[in-house]
C-alpha cells in the first residue's frame, strides 16, 4: 500500500511550508456529491468551453458540476494549498510538465487500477504521446484531454503582400531557410520575421530538433552544455540579438509572442494548437505548418495536459471521481474541447472535432500520427518547476546580448545538475513508496 505524504512534508515539498496556516484557514472545498473539478482558464474563449464541459458533465452524470476555474498562472500554486487542505476537487487538470512532480509527491493516486477494472474504458484511443507524458514511474496518473506538437504560425496576409511564396504545408524548411526567410521579411522597427517567448519551453524544440535535450538519457546530469543543445540556444539567440528578427524585448517576464503575432507585423510565431482558439480573433489571414528542422529533422516538443485523481480521493468520491474523470475525457466532452479550437483532443476518435481554421490544421494529428514531420514528447523532471526558475535566471538575458550563451550554460550547469541529482532523489523515494 502506498504511503501517503504528511501535510507538513508535502508542504515543505511544495515550497509553501510558509503557508500552512493559510491552507489551514481554506473553505471545506466543493459540496459533498458535486462533480467537482479544477481547471485553469486565462480568456472569455476558455472559459466558455469550460461552462460547455460543464453542461455537459451535468447532462452526462445527472449531478451538479463545480468547475474550479483559475488563471493559468496561479493554477499551479491554487492546487498545491487545495491538495495539502484538502480541499482539492474530485479531479483536476495537470499540465502534462508537472505530471512528474504530483506523482512523486504521492499527491495524486496512480490510475492504472481503475482503468483496469473498467472494461468500458479504452486507453488505446489516446494518442501515444499524451500516454507516455500522463506517466510516471511505469505508472499512469493521468488521463489526457489534449496532446500536440508545437508548430509554426505564419501570417498569410503579409508574406503575399511582400510577394513572398507561402511556405509548404507538409514539408519542412530548414533552419538555415527559415532563418534567411526571416530576415527578407524583417523591416524594423514597423515589420518583423519571428516570435517566440525568451524561454526553455520554447528553446526546448529547437534543442530537440537539433538532437539535443535539457538533460542526459538517464536524467542524471544537465545535457545543455552537449554540442546540439548548444548550438540551438545559439541559433535562437542569434535570431533575437544578430539578426534582430524578432520585436525588440519590452519586459523578459511579460514577453508574450501571441500579442507580438496578432499585432499583425510579424510574420513567423513559434506556439502550439492550444492557441487556435485565440489566434482565430486575428485581423489577417494565417495558417500554420511544421516546425523548421535541424539536424534531427523537424521533432518540436509535444506537449499535453490531463486529468487525474487527488491520492485523498477515496470510497464513494472515488467512484464518482473516476466517473467523473471519463465524462471529462469522453470523445462527447473532447468534441466540444476541438471545436472550440482549444487543442488538439488527446482521443483518436475525437480528432475529427479538430477543424479549420486554419487551413492546415490536419497536420497537427498527422504530426502526432508520424506521417508527416515529427514530435518529441516533453522530457520533465519531478522537480521541473525548479529546472525552469533556475533557467529563466540568466539564460534569459541572452537574449538581450547581456551575457552569451557559454557563460550562461557554464553558470547553469552546476546548479542543474544538483536539480538532477535531486530529482533521482525523488524517484528512488517514490520507489520506495511504490515498493
Known sequence: MQTQLSRRSLLKLTGLAGLGAAAAGCSSGPPSGAAS???????????????DFSAYVERELKIKSVPNLTPSSGYPTKLDLQLVSGTASLVTALNGTLIPTYAARGAHRPLDDLITQDPDFDLGDFYQPIRTISTFNEQTYGIGFDVAPTVLYYNKTLLQKQGIALPSRTEPMTWAAFRDLAKELTRPPDQYGFSCAPAIDDLVSWIYCAGGNVMNADATRSALNAPEAMEAIQFVVDLFVKDKVTPPIANLVTESSLSNFLEGNVAFMQNGPWQVVNVRKAKFDWDIVPFPAGAAGSTPRVSGSSFAIPAKVRGDDLELAWKLLKTLTSKGALDIYARAGRNNPARLSAGSAFKPPPDNLGIVQDILAGKVAGGHPFDVTTNWNQVKQLLGQD????????????EAIDGLTPRLDVLMEQHQDNIRQASARKG
Open 37 to 51: 473539478w479544477a481547471m485553469w482558464s486565462s480568456s472569455p474563449a476558455e472559459r466558455k468551453v469550460w461552462e
Open 395 to 406: 539564460l534569459p538575458r541572452t537574449f538581450l546580448g547581456q551575457v552569451t550563451v557559454k
